[in-house]
Every structure is written in structure tokens, then in C-alpha cells.
């Protein structure tokens, strides 16, 4: 049975599958795919999380000497770390997991203001977000010029989708606390 690992676990031993990269490398990486747009992954974290996946003896590390350079250690995933990765894709893909969002929280609570607050706070809302869709929209068409693969272009075309249905529930709700 495969290892379980974390979704930040899955981000970086996915970058691994392709080949074998050093820390700083996966953190250009990390930003040429756009993965802050869909993972929660830090600068900072890279390096905890390939301890992380060496201890699990899903990578392993080995020092590359560089001509007038500090060696490096590059990271290269094990026949291991290609089997767990596979299955935590499947995980990933097969099952619809809660998503928990602060968005809720504030809903919890919304009592607590009055309803023209609530209205302009929601209005707030749909404005930071159609900032978000513009960038998702510019994000898909680039894609799609670059012909990239459509899994590449779903990282951007399936959040799009969702805030776009999401900002037409907040319309909806502005609407109904209106009308009250």
C-alpha cells in the first residue's frame, strides 16, 4: 500500500515525477505553472516538505557539484514516490471533499451587522472577484494559445467556472436581503 501524504506533499512530489530538481528550481517552477493560483504552497515550505517526502523514502536526495558553484542537493522521485503519487492522484480526482472557505465564516456571523452592511460587504466581494475572473479569463485564453494540454488548461478554466456561479449566488443573496 502507498504512503499517505499531504496535498503540499502531492504538489511537490508531482514536480519530481517529471525529473529531478533541486529546491530553488521548484520554487521557479512552482511560480511558471502558476501553482500559488491552486496550491497553498510557500517558498518557505519546499524545503520542509522534501524532508518530509526524503524521511518518507518517497524522494531521495544526492549532492550535485557545480563548477565554481556551492554543491546542491537535487531531489529525484522513488519507484515509491511514483506509485504514492499515483494513487494520491486518484484520491484527488475521484472524491468530492469539503472545501472549508472564510466566505462561510463571515456568513455565519452576518447577523451581527446591519443588512446595508452586509450589502456593501458582498458588493466588496463581487468587485475583488471580478478581478480574480479577468485574471482567470486571461489565464485560460493564454493557455489555450499556448496550446498547453487541457489539464492545464482545466487548472484555470474550473476556478473561473466556480466564481463565476459563486458571484452569481452572491447577486442572488444581495437580492434576497434587499427584498427583507
Not at 533541486?22 to 500559488?36: C, V
Request: glycine share 4%; with cysteine; charged share 30%.
Amino acid at each position: 500500500m502507498a504512503e499517505q501524504i499531504s496535498d503540499l506533499e502531492a504538489a511537490i512530489l508531482g514536480l519530481l515525477y517529471e525529473e529531478p530538481q533541486y529546491g530553488y528550481q521548484l520554487e521557479k517552477t512552482i511560480e511558471g505553472w502558476g501553482m500559488r493560483n491552486w496550491t497553498q504552497i510557500g517558498f518557505s515550505s519546499i524545503y520542509y516538505i522534501l524532508k518530509k517526502l526524503e524521511k518518507k523514502e518517497l524522494v531521495k536526495a544526492k549532492l550535485e557539484q557545480m563548477e565554481g558553484k556551492p554543491a546542491r542537493k537535487v531531489f529525484t522521485i522513488t519507484t515509491m514516490g511514483r506509485e504514492t503519487m499515483k494513487e494520491k492522484i486518484k484520491d484527488l480526482l475521484s472524491w468530492n471533499k469539503k472545501l472549508i472557505s472564510p466566505f462561510d465564516l463571515g456568513l455565519a456571523y452576518m447577523n451581527y451587522l446591519k443588512p446595508s452592511e452586509v450589502v456593501e460587504c458582498l458588493e466588496n466581494y463581487k468587485e475583488s472577484a471580478s478581478g480574480r475572473i479577468r485574471f482567470l479569463e486571461s489565464s485560460v485564453k493564454t493557455q489555450k494559445e499556448l496550446k498547453s494540454p487541457p489539464h492545464m488548461v482545466a487548472l484555470f478554466s474550473r476556478p473561473l467556472k466556480q466564481l463565476k456561479n459563486d458571484v452569481e449566488w452572491v447577486e442572488e443573496f444581495i437580492t434576497e436581503i434587499k427584498s427583507e
